[in-house]
């Protein structure tokens, strides 16, 4: 079936390195993609996003690229800092062109980001 | 900045009895999404609403019903409990407009704990 997911369930990073986290994602109908943060206890925290329209999107210390050849998604995280540490999510939708709808986000699989001190 | 507020943060209940969560959603946002994340999962969609209305529907057993009201806060009432609806239940809103709905923040969850 139509699914995103993300290749590896935990990353683990020394603090200063860059970590970089994929998503392969197989919906080529899909146009919007979003990356969410998860700390333990804490709802999804939105990162960044990018439409299907660009292929790459940079924000304070993260880079988000879209390989649509590939369906292919990354989130790169610079300098990695302790305060990283999370489960990251990468989440697709397909626009709705009603007017109006809510369509929910699909989720991938997530992946645990470990920094080691 | 106002954030999506969920009710109760906590919730035990035994089998067979009824919860209701709510869901405040950011002011100005017209959307709410419902979504149920069991441990180490990933956040399953239930159900979304769009001008008091309902929107798009995920997999929502028929046990679980949503509204939105006039005001925009939602709730989800779950009946017959199972063990295994024990999960966190996070709520998100967004503002929708011309047909994008896409960004949604995400409140901090109701952990349902089902015994």
């Known amino acids: 079936g139509e699914s995103v997911g993300l290749h590896l369930p935990t990353l683990s990073v020394q603090e200063g390195d860059n970590s970089i986290i994929n998503c392969a994602y197989s919906?080529?109908?899909?146009?919007?993609f979003i990356w969410y943060k998860q700390e333990s206890g804490k709802g999804p925290q939105f990162i960044i996003d990018?439409?299907?329209?660009?292929d790459k999107r940079q924000g304070q210390r993260v880079t988000v690229l879209l390989n649509k050849t590939v369906k292919h998604l990354s989130l790169q995280i610079a300098a990695t800092q302790p305060g990283d540490s999370a489960v990251y999510f990468c989440?697709?939708?397909?626009?709705?062109?009603?007017?109006?709808?809510?369509?929910?986000?699909?989720f991938g699989k997530g992946t645990h980001l470990i920094i080691q001190p | 900045a106002a954030g999506v507020i969920q009710s109760p943060r906590h919730l035990i209940k035994e089998k067979r009895e009824t919860a209701t969560l709510k869901c405040y959603p950011i002011?100005?946002?017209?959307?709410v999404y419902w979504y149920q994340q069991g441990p180490g999962q990933d956040p399953q969609f239930l159900i979304s609403?769009?001008?008091?209305?309902?929107?798009d529907k995920g997999s929502i057993p028929d046990r679980f019903s949503a509204q939105q009201f006039s005001d925009y806060h939602s709730e989800l009432n779950m009946s017959s409990l199972e063990l295994g609806d024990s999960a966190l239940y996070f709520c998100?809103?967004?503002?929708?407009?011309?047909?994008?709905?896409?960004?949604?923040?995400f409140g901090s969850g109701t952990q349902l704990s089902v015994l």
């Open positions: 998100a809103s967004s503002q929708t407009g011309q047909g994008t709905n896409e960004k949604l923040f």
């Open positions: 919906n080529s109908a899909s146009d919007y």
């Open positions: 990018i439409r299907s329209n660009m």
């Open positions: 989440a697709e939708n397909i626009r709705g062109y009603s007017g109006g709808g809510a369509d929910g986000l699909t």
């Open positions: 002011p100005r946002h017209d959307t």
């Open positions: 609403f769009y001008e008091k209305m309902q929107s």
